[in-house]
């Protein structure tokens, strides 16, 4: 399977940016996939993570009540709804994948990655 992070931008904080991971290859929709971030000078953060099937969502509480997950499964995509954006979300956000279809929040869990997009939100 690969992914391909899409939607980045420049808002001004208040705003909103969805962004898109179209995971190809075989049965995409069986596998997990999750929302990671990574600021400059800072370790990846768990964001969301949606198991295979969507039969559960796992928000970390920094974007809980802000940013949603959903998931198209004609078009293979997997989305990430920002609302509500503060320039500390600032970061390069990436999209990645679990087999196994569980909820998991640890980096290591996870395996392949797409190649991340940028999001800026200015003050």
């Known amino acids: 399977v690969q992914l391909q992070a899409s939607g980045g931008g420049l808002v001004q904080a208040g705003g909103s940016l969805r962004l898109s991971c179209t995971v190809s290859?075989?049965?995409?929709?069986?596998?997990?996939v999750a929302w990671f971030r990574r600021a400059p000078g800072t370790e990846r953060e768990f964001l969301v993570a949606?198991?295979?099937?969507?039969?559960?969502?796992y928000y970390a509480d920094s974007v809980k009540g802000r940013f949603t997950i959903s998931r198209d499964y004609a078009k293979k995509t997997v989305y990430l709804q920002m609302n509500g954006l503060k320039p500390e979300d600032t970061a390069v956000y990436y999209c990645?994948?679990?087999?196994?279809?569980?909820?998991?929040?640890?980096?290591?869990?996870?395996?392949?990655w797409g190649q991340g997009t940028q999001v800026t939100v200015s003050s």
């Open positions: 290859g075989r049965t995409p929709n069986r596998y997990t």
């Open positions: 949606t198991s295979r099937f969507d039969t559960s969502t």
């Open positions: 990645a994948a679990n087999e196994r279809g569980g909820i998991y929040s640890n980096t290591d869990d996870y395996h392949p």
